[in-house]
């Protein structure tokens, strides 16, 4: 994840934006940012699974 990605991110929630991260495969997020939500959902695997549930 780039310093510019994320500088965006923190900008946009100082400015009262609801942010959430969402990342896939092998980018991590490799510090806190004070109000960002933030989900790593893993392999391609894992994605896939996800791809197959059926929401009611």
């Known amino acids: ?3 510019r990605l994320l500088r965006t991110l923190v900008e946009l ?3 009262e934006y609801g942010v959430t991260l969402v990342v896939l495969g092998q980018a991590q ?3 806190d940012l004070p109000g960002v939500r933030y989900y ?3 392999d391609r695997e894992v994605w896939h699974a996800l ?3 059926e929401l009611a």
Request: glycine share 6%.
């Open 1 to 3: 994840l780039s310093d």
């Open 13 to 15: 929630r100082r400015r």
């Open 29 to 31: 997020l490799d510090r």
């Open 40 to 42: 790593h959902l893993g």
């Open 51 to 53: 791809e197959s549930l």
